[in-house]
C-alpha cells in the first residue's frame, strides 16, 4: 500500500487535452492497483472458502502482498529504471494484469500466494514511476497537481476498493473480481500504449546503494518504525474486518458494503485533517494524536462489537484517526530527509511507503496467528500492542531530537 497524497487532493488543471489524457491513464493504472490492494479486505472469507483453507490462512495474502511492496518494488523500479519509460509501465502493468488472472484462475492456494507476489511488486514500481512520468508531463509550477492527480487513483481506490470487491464478490464471485481487475489492468497496458510518450530512462530511479545508506541514518530509521507501527495498529483488524461484521454484529453482504464505504470516507477526511494538523501541531503530535485515536477506537471495537451503531459509529472513528496518521508520517520523514539533504531526499518518501507495508504484513501476519487459535474479536487486542509499541518509539524519537536539536533537524518535524 502507499501512503495517500499527503494532506490534500488535487486535480491538475490548465493542461491541454492530450495532457489531461496522459495523467488520467496513470490515474486509471494507480486505481486498479489500489484496488487489487483494499479488495481482498471484503472477500477474505469466500476466497477462503473456495480454496479450502480457514480466514487466518488466507489473510497471509493481505502480508504477501505488503511484503512485494516493501522488498519486490524497489528491487523492481531499478530493475527497470534502464528501460524506455512507456515500456517499463507497460511491463509492470502487464505483470499487475497477469498476477491478478493467476488469483481468479488458479485452484490451490499456492497459486493465489504467487498471484499476489506478483502483482504487489508491480504496485509500488507503477506508483513511483507514474508520479514520475506525471511531473515530467507538465511545467515545473504544476508538478504538484499533476502528481495529486495521478495518486488521487489511491484516494478513490481506498475509497471505493473495499466496497466494490464486497459488492462484486456477492454478483460474480470472488474469482471473477480478480479477473474484472485483471481486465481493467489489460485497459492500463493499452491506454499507456496509446497516450504515454516515449520516455528515455532519467534519474528518477535511485540506486539500491543509497536506499540501504538511507537505513543507517538512526532518526530515519526511528521514523519508519513510527511509521510500520501506526499502521500495524489498524492492519492487525483491518483484514479481517468482514468477518467481524458478519458474525458478531451479524450485518449481511451489503450492509458491510456501505459500512466500508463509511470507513473509506471517514480515512479521507482523516488525511485532509492529518495534513492540516501536521502543519499546525507537529507531526510528531499529530502521530500521536492519530494513534490515541486508533488505540481507544480498538478498544472501543471489543465493546461493540455486537451493537450494530455503535460498532458503525466506531468504524467511522477508526478511520478518521487511522488516516490522520499517514500524512503526518511522511511529512515526517520528508523533513528528516532535507535536513541531511542529497540523495536521501529522493529515497526517503519510498522507504517509508515500505515501512508502511512491513507494518502491515506484520501486523496482518499477527492478526492471522491470533485468529487461528481465537475469536475474531481478539484482533484489536494486537493491533491495540502495536499502537502501545508505537507509542514507545515516538517517546524514544522525541528525546533522540531534542539531542539533536543543535545539529539541522527543524524542531517541526
Known amino acids: 500500500m502507499h501512503l495517500p497524497p499527503v494532506g490534500h487532493v488535487?486535480?491538475?488543471?490548465?493542461?491541454?487535452?492530450?495532457?489531461?489524457?496522459?495523467?488520467?491513464?496513470?490515474?486509471?493504472?494507480?486505481?486498479?492497483?489500489?484496488?487489487?490492494?483494499?479488495?481482498?479486505?471484503?472477500?477474505?472469507?469466500?476466497?477462503?472458502?473456495?480454496?479450502?483453507?480457514?480466514?487466518?490462512?488466507?489473510?497471509s495474502l493481505v502480508t504477501v502482498y505488503a511484503l512485494a511492496i516493501a522488498i519486490g518494488s524497489p528491487l523492481l523500479i531499478v530493475a527497470v529504471g534502464r528501460f524506455d519509460t512507456r515500456w517499463a509501465l507497460v511491463g509492470l502493468m502487464g505483470l499487475f494484469s497477469v498476477g491478478n488472472l493467476i488469483v481468479g484462475l488458479s485452484p490451490a492456494f499456492e497459486g493465489l500466494l504467487v498471484g499476489r507476489i506478483a502483482s504487489g511488486a508491480a504496485h509500488g514500481a507503477v506508483v513511483a514511476i507514474g508520479a514520475s512520468v506525471a511531473a515530467s508531463l507538465v511545467r515545473g509550477e504544476?508538478?504538484?497537481?499533476?502528481?495529486?492527480?495521478?495518486?488521487?487513483?489511491?484516494?478513490?481506490?481506498?475509497?471505493?476498493?473495499?466496497?466494490?470487491?464486497?459488492?462484486?464478490?456477492?454478483?460474480?464471485?470472488?474469482?471473477?473480481?480478480?479477473?474484472a481487475v485483471a481486465g481493467v489492468g489489460i485497459v492500463g497496458?493499452?491506454?499507456?500504449?496509446?497516450?504515454?510518450?516515449?520516455?528515455?530512462?532519467?534519474?528518477?530511479?535511485?540506486?539500491?546503494?543509497?536506499?540501504?545508506?538511507?537505513?543507517?541514518?538512526?532518526?530515519?530509521?526511528?521514523?519508519?518504525?513510527?511509521?510500520?507501527?501506526?499502521?500495524?495498529?489498524?492492519?492487525?483488524?483491518?483484514?479481517?474486518?468482514?468477518?467481524?461484521?458478519?458474525?458478531?454484529?451479524?450485518?449481511?453482504?451489503?450492509?458491510?458494503?456501505?459500512l466500508l464505504v463509511l470507513f473509506g470516507g471517514a480515512t479521507v477526511v482523516g488525511n485532509l485533517a492529518g495534513g492540516r494538523l501536521a502543519d499546525t501541531l507537529g507531526t510528531l503530535a499529530t502521530t500521536s494524536i492519530g494513534l490515541l485515536g486508533v488505540t481507544l477506537s480498538l478498544v472501543a471495537l471489543t465493546l461493540t462489537a455486537n451493537n450494530p451503531f455503535g460498532i458503525a459509529v466506531?468504524?467511522?472513528?477508526?478511520?478518521?484517526?487511522?488516516?490522520?496518521?499517514?500524512?503526518?508520517?511522511?511529512?515526517?520523514?520528508?523533513?528528516?530527509?532535507?535536513?541531511?539533504?542529497?540523495?536521501?531526499?529522493?529515497?526517503?518518501?519510498?522507504?517509508?511507503?515500505?515501512?508502511?507495508?512491513?507494518?502491515?504484513?506484520?501486523?496482518?501476519?499477527?492478526?492471522?496467528?491470533?485468529?487461528?487459535?481465537?475469536?475474531?474479536?481478539?484482533?484489536?487486542?494486537?493491533?491495540i500492542a502495536f499502537a502501545v509499541a508505537g507509542f514507545g518509539v515516538i517517546a524514544v524519537t522525541r528525546v533522540s531530537r531534542l539531542q539533536a536539536r543543535s545539529e539541522t533537524l527543524p524542531e517541526s518535524v
Open 189 to 258: 497496458v493499452l491506454m499507456v500504449l496509446a497516450w504515454i510518450p516515449s520516455m528515455p530512462a532519467k534519474d528518477h530511479v535511485t540506486g539500491l546503494r543509497t536506499q540501504l545508506e538511507a537505513l543507517r541514518i538512526r532518526p530515519l530509521l526511528l521514523s519508519y518504525a513510527v511509521t510500520a507501527l501506526s499502521f500495524g495498529a489498524s492492519f492487525a483488524v483491518f483484514p479481517y474486518l468482514t468477518p467481524l461484521l458478519h458474525e458478531h454484529a451479524g450485518f449481511g453482504t451489503t450492509q458491510i458494503t456501505w
Open 314 to 383: 466506531n468504524l467511522a472513528v477508526w478511520g478518521f484517526f487511522a488516516f490522520m496518521i499517514a500524512p503526518a508520517v511522511q511529512t515526517s520523514v520528508m523533513r528528516v530527509a532535507q535536513s541531511y539533504g542529497g540523495e536521501l531526499v529522493k529515497v526517503a518518501g519510498g522507504l517509508n511507503v515500505s515501512a508502511f507495508n512491513v507494518g502491515i504484513a506484520l501486523a496482518s501476519y499477527a492478526g492471522a496467528v491470533v485468529l487461528g487459535s481465537f475469536d475474531v474479536i481478539r484482533t484489536p487486542w494486537v493491533g
Open 142 to 179: 504544476r508538478e504538484g497537481r499533476a502528481v495529486a492527480t495521478v495518486l488521487l487513483g489511491l484516494t478513490a481506490a481506498m475509497v471505493l476498493g473495499v466496497p466494490v470487491g464486497n459488492a462484486l464478490g456477492g454478483a460474480v464471485g470472488w474469482r471473477g473480481t480478480f479477473l
Open 10 to 59: 488535487a486535480v491538475a488543471t490548465g493542461v491541454d487535452k492530450h495532457t489531461s489524457l496522459r495523467l488520467y491513464t496513470l490515474t486509471l493504472c494507480v486505481f486498479a492497483i489500489g484496488v487489487a490492494e483494499f479488495l481482498l479486505v471484503g472477500l477474505l472469507p469466500k476466497v477462503a472458502s473456495g480454496v479450502g483453507v480457514s480466514v487466518s490462512e488466507a489473510g
